[in-house]
């Protein structure tokens, strides 16, 4: 038996992150940056309003000063209006600062002059005097052009494409999220919308992974169902395309375990007995065909847990994250469980904000499908621990 | 001026929850369920061994006695094999108990017998006698036929797909996501990768806005930029299929706000100013098409906090989600910030396991983006606080 930490370790050292590749940013969402995005540009590019108003000469803006309004600074104009003593520009939110102005009038500290709309008033009346600067956004006081606006290793949500739009770029450089096939073994298995027979059981493990897959920001090439047949699975792998293959079933001890009889073949693949409950039976390595292969054992509640432990953190290294871990949180315990000595549990669980407990009552067995369903996190238990008691202070991973 | 809790009642009071569609389970991940999913069968299905091992008479098999291994039963079979004194049947993890038998001996409490690969042994002996029922996992003991597996209401994650295959079915009835067109306006908007001019802006808000709606789990039907001419947003709106539009830039008082100006028209959209720090001037409502319009401010953090505080709850809602907020938790403020008076507070911040801070030292203009790249939440301050100090507590969303 090794530790959890050792098969772990085992899989991080066997797994590199996968070449970068250029994706426009409609594409790019949830992958990891493969470069420092630096800005083209001074953030703001040039000085403009911060608001919709007038720009002045702060000097001719006294409270009831009357200004001439002698031309329109409209969003996106390159217009640089001269201002003479007394005149004003029209001036939106975002547009470029004339040369001779140097404050914003906002609208509302304005009479707001005679119309409003379509055509810019004659003239307007000045209601509070702006301070010097007042509302102009100056050239590069967000950034200087070549400031580091997104670094390397981040993964890639809304807010940061937009801040690499903005640098001015509309492709980066990410890592390639893992291309993973998926693989049930067993024969019992059948169709869930089919009517099983006796010894049969409808078929969920390649479900919960492919959505786990692609949850975690990978894709998914492939989903397929095999029968504890060696011949049958070693034509399935061998028609795979895929960085990754996960495979469920058949990696225990057992006369029948067709995934130990064809990858226990591989040199590379080693099948351990791990510190674990559930999902003490687990195979890794690398095919000869160079695909890494993840072999967990049948049980959805194992499917589920190993995948959270072992294959998801090795996805992610792929995918080029810095960050590989789900966020942890600590709980109190609000009911007493029981925990397999030696092994580490990873128990589904409900928690709040401050406590935690079983997602089913039940027991916990790895067999429990229908605690993966209520629950919403993965109570993580040291492998000294026997006995949980109402109180004690729990680890919680949460999806 | 209304509130930041009337704009938002406002939106949740006009937003439906979508009709609902049947989708297989590899395509419902993420969606919410529109029907109580009840087991079909017992889970488990029948009587099953939860080791691999030997299925034995207890009586017979006390500590040193010889069995005859007289039939294996894989997992799949449907084989019921008769046991007579002193015979046991090989059995899989997960195949079904012979009806004689009332007691699993796992592998490892046996001498393996003679061949333990292909060929059953043809006798084994026991090394440690089991309990009776030992390792047998009852049919209907994790639920009975009938039981509400997945209430409707939840949100469709790895393993609520994997409980919904266990009970019987490969489609479910869910919410139909969102479709949702984002239309960023401004005549300064130029593509990132162009080389702005005098006044011209590299166009962000659309990359966001597109991201984080399909992180909301909804779907993006378009993509545009429009300039400042109310034909063109006119004629642009006219193409649109979708559920939503959401819009940034023009929706406030300037006099080129052209959104303000096209959808001002329309009897169920409404503008007004909410009391909210970036995003003050809002629009919202139905438009005579029946598609739902939201009007956002310009600059990238208004939209992103905009999105947050009202799109995103709508989205949700309209997906048919129970829980619409993101998850809100409470830090101790590590610096200090000012807030606007009499308005909702709403700042990018970063944050660890107890503090919070602002993302950008440079202030909490709503132009500043790149502290949106920074950012991993949103700090809600409420509008009767206008100082946050060092060890506030503070509101943080988390993204």
Redesign the interface.
């Given at each position: 038996m090794i530790t959890v930490a050792e098969h772990r370790a085992r899989i991080l050292d066997a797994v590199p992150s996968l070449p970068s590749e250029r994706r426009s940013?409609?594409d790019a969402?949830?992958c990891v940056l493969a470069e420092d995005i630096r800005s083209?540009?001074p953030?703001?590019?040039?000085d403009n309003s911060?608001m919709?108003g007038y720009a002045v000469r702060r000097g001719d803006a006294a409270a009831g000063a009357a200004l001439r309004v002698i031309a329109?600074v409209?969003?996106?104009?390159?217009?640089?209006p001269a201002l003479g003593r007394r005149e004003a520009a029209?001036i939106?939110?975002?547009?470029?600062m004339p040369t001779d102005a140097d404050a914003i009038v906002p609208?509302e500290d304005t009479d707001l002059g005679v119309a409003?709309?379509?055509t810019?008033p004659a003239q307007i009346t000045i209601l509070r005097q702006p301070d010097t600067g007042a509302h102009i956004?100056r050239q590069g006081?967000?950034?200087p052009a070549g400031?580091l606006?997104?670094p390397s290793g981040?993964t890639l949500?809304?807010?940061?494409?937009?801040?690499?739009?903005?640098?001015?770029?509309?492709?980066v450089l990410v890592h390639r999220p893992p291309r993973v096939a998926v693989i049930s073994t067993?024969?019992?298995?059948v169709?869930?919308?089919t009517?099983?027979?006796?010894?049969?059981?409808?078929?969920?493990?390649s479900?919960?992974?492919?959505?786990?897959v692609?949850?975690s920001g990978a894709s998914v090439t492939s989903?397929s169902t095999v029968?504890?047949d060696p011949a049958l699975l070693r034509r399935a792998l061998d028609e795979i395309d895929a960085d990754v293959i996960v495979l469920s079933g058949g990696a225990?001890?057992?006369?029948?375990?067709v995934v130990k009889?064809v990858l226990g073949g591989e040199r590379g693949v080693k099948f351990d007995n791990v510190a674990i409950q559930p999902g003490k039976p687990q195979g890794f390595g690398m095919c000869e065909s160079g695909m890494l292969a993840f072999c967990l054992p049948?049980?959805?509640v194992s499917?589920?847990a190993s995948?959270e432990m072992f294959v998801r953190p090795a996805l992610r290294t792929m995918a080029g994250a810095g960050i590989i871990d789900r966020h942890h949180v600590k709980r109190i315990a609000a009911a007493a469980w029981r925990c397999p000595p030696g092994r580490v549990q990873v128990l589904?669980v409900i928690f709040d904000d401050e406590t935690v407990q079983p997602a089913t009552s039940?027991g916990s067995?790895s067999?429990?499908?229908?605690s993966?369903?209520a629950?919403s996190a993965l109570a993580i238990v040291p492998a000294d621990v026997e006995h949980v008691n109402v109180g004690d202070e729990v680890t919680v991973m949460l999806?």
């Open positions: 940013l409609a969402l949830g083209r540009w953030i703001p590019l040039f911060g919709d329109d409209a969003a996106g104009s390159a217009d640089d029209r939106m939110t975002g547009a470029a609208l409003i709309r379509e810019a956004r006081e967000d950034a400031a606006a997104v981040t949500g809304a807010w940061q494409l937009s801040a690499i739009a903005s640098a001015g770029y509309d492709e067993g024969s019992e298995l169709a869930p919308s009517t099983p027979l006796r010894g049969q059981i409808p078929e969920s493990n479900v919960l992974l492919a959505a786990a692609r949850a989903v029968a504890d225990s001890v057992g006369a029948f375990d009889a049948g049980n959805p499917v589920a995948f589904p039940g067995g067999h429990l499908v229908t993966l369903a629950a999806l």
